[in-house]
């Protein structure tokens, strides 16, 4: 079935290093979704990825959408230890309609 | 505006029992799904509701089951259940069904099954 990879399971920084996870698909993905979870939290909507190429920014993360539309990658600058928590992409299930195929996240924990 | 909310917040049950949650959307959004979230697996769709009507099932056993109601509120029921059903039980609410729609999560039902 659709599956949607994600790398790398966890991340340890220093605040003010950058840190880049990255989610790869083996089809094409139709749009990507990525999502923050703070530890405890439920999972909140960043950003929205539709077409081929597309790179949005907010504040110091940068979002980007594959040419081939099978990866995407979130880079954050100058990590800051708020931005501790995991981060999930998700693409919509080709078969469930509208159901989102969530990557297992990856774990991002920054030391000060 | 008020947030989806989900009750109850934790739940402690044993095998073999059932196990109803609950979940009011955001005001206005109209569409509700349900993911159950594990160490293991990760986020894993259960279903999706829209106008009390279910639009789309995960792969999970028949023991899971939901309903909509008139007023978009919507529960989730387990029945018999395995040590196994212990997860984070998130509800999410959108406008409408739609592949651009984003979702709203509430905090969760954190059931145990001992």
């Known amino acids: 079935g659709q599956q949607v990879m994600q790398i790398p399971q966890y991340q340890h920084v220093q605040e003010g290093e950058d840190f880049t996870t990255y989610c790869n698909s083996s089809?094409?993905?139709?749009?990507i979704q990525w999502y923050k979870q703070r530890p405890g939290g439920h999972p909140v909507f960043l950003i929205q990825?539709?077409?081929?190429?597309e790179v949005k920014k907010q504040k110091r993360l940068t979002f980007q959408f594959g040419e081939a539309k099978k990866n995407s990658s979130l880079h954050i600058t100058a990590t800051q230890t708020t931005d501790v928590g995991t981060y999930f992409c998700?693409?919509?299930?080709?078969?469930?309609?509208?159901?989102?195929?969530f990557g297992k996240g990856t774990t991002l924990s920054v030391s000060s | 505006k008020a947030g989806v909310t989900q009750t109850p917040r934790y739940l402690i049950k044993t095998r073999g029992q059932q196990v109803t949650l609950s979940c009011s959307p955001i005001?206005?959004?109209?569409?509700v799904s349900w993911y159950q979230q594990t160490p293991g697996q990760g986020l894993q769709f259960l279903f999706e509701?829209?106008?009390?009507?279910?639009?789309n099932k995960g792969n999970f056993p028949g023991r899971f089951s939901g309903r909509q109601f008139s007023n978009s509120r919507s529960e989730m029921n387990v029945s018999t259940l395995e040590l196994g059903d212990s997860a984070l039980y998130l509800c999410?609410?959108?406008?409408?069904?739609?592949?651009?729609?984003?979702?709203?999560f509430g905090s969760g039902t954190q059931l145990s099954v001992l």
């Open positions: 509701y829209f106008s009390e009507t279910q639009r």
């Open positions: 999410a609410s959108s406008l409408r069904p739609g592949p651009n729609e984003k979702l709203f």
């Open positions: 089809t094409t993905l139709s749009n």
């Open positions: 005001s206005g959004h109209r569409s």
């Open positions: 998700a693409d919509r299930d080709g078969q469930a309609g509208t159901a989102l195929i």
């Open positions: 990825l539709v077409k081929s190429g």
